[in-house]
């Protein structure tokens, strides 16, 4: 399906259908006026990089409409729980490739423990054990979400984002990029 957009009062048979090469313009288009004209020069955050990003890739168009960074904090913590079990679901390859990609997240153990982690993070990293590997850190968090009360389920996305303020969008990359979002019914 195409989406066309009328502007203004242009007569209809100013409107032409677009090429390919002119809907990448487009999008490149798009992408600069946001960086410009939003942003002027001050810092861009990751996650409005990370979605910027995407603009114009092959089948992106739903991943960019359900981008952690546009949703809710609460509907942002539901979808990390859905692609926590879809991470589980995965063969042992592509695991090892979502977590060689989100290697700068390595030592986060560190990051809990040292006095300005997040304290919720810190009560379950002390309940449980984990080890200092990428795979342990999504399980703890998927832990800290199942074990916490309902108040703070609201919260969850904002809990994470304490300690780890890029995560979330990471992960959702990376399971776009290994086409587990299409099971959730993001991507058709």
Same mark, same amino acid.
């Given at each position: #399906?195409?989406?066309?957009?009328? /502007?203004?009062?242009?007569?209809?048979? #100013?409107?032409?259908?677009? +090429?390919? +090469?002119?809907?990448?313009? &487009?999008?490149?288009?798009?992408?600069? !006026?946001?960086?410009?004209?939003?942003?002027?020069?001050?810092?861009?955050?990751?996650?409005?990089?990370?979605?910027?990003?995407?603009?114009? +890739?092959? &089948?992106? +168009?739903? @991943? #960019?409409?359900?981008?952690?960074?546009?949703?809710? !904090?609460?509907?942002?913590?539901?979808?990390?729980? @859905?692609?926590?079990? @879809? /991470?589980? &679901?995965?063969?042992?390859?592509?695991?090892?490739?979502?977590?060689?990609?989100?290697?700068?997240?390595?030592?986060?153990?560190?990051?809990?423990?040292?006095?300005?982690?997040?304290? /919720?993070?810190?009560?379950?990293?002390?309940?449980?054990?984990?080890?200092?590997?990428?795979?342990?850190?999504?399980?703890?968090?998927?832990?800290?979400?199942?074990?916490?009360?309902?108040?703070?389920?609201?919260?969850?996305?904002?809990?994470?984002?304490?300690?780890?303020?890029?995560? !979330?969008?990471?992960?959702?990359?990376?399971?776009?990029?290994?086409?587990?979002?299409?099971?959730?019914?993001?991507?058709?």
């Amino acid at each position: #399906m195409r989406v066309s957009i009328k /502007f203004s009062s242009l007569p209809k048979s #100013m409107l032409k259908n677009t +090429e390919p +090469e002119g809907e990448k313009l &487009d999008f490149q288009q798009f992408v600069r !006026i946001v960086k410009r004209d939003l942003f002027k020069g001050v810092f861009i955050p990751h996650d409005m990089t990370l979605w910027l990003s995407l603009i114009g +890739e092959k &089948d992106i +168009e739903e @991943l #960019m409409a359900h981008h952690a960074l546009l949703m809710d !904090i609460q509907r942002c913590s539901e979808s990390f729980t @859905l692609w926590y079990d @879809l /991470f589980l &679901d995965l063969a042992r390859s592509k695991k090892d490739e979502i977590c060689r990609n989100l290697n700068k997240y390595k030592g986060w153990q560190n990051k809990i423990n040292c006095g300005e982690g997040n304290g /919720f993070l810190v009560e379950t990293l002390l309940e449980g054990s984990y080890d200092d590997t990428i795979e342990d850190l999504l399980r703890l968090l998927r832990n800290s979400r199942q074990h916490s009360s309902r108040y703070r389920h609201a919260l969850y996305a904002s809990i994470v984002g304490q300690n780890f303020p890029n995560l !979330i969008s990471d992960f959702q990359k990376e399971l776009y990029k290994a086409g587990c979002l299409k099971e959730l019914g993001v991507l058709k």
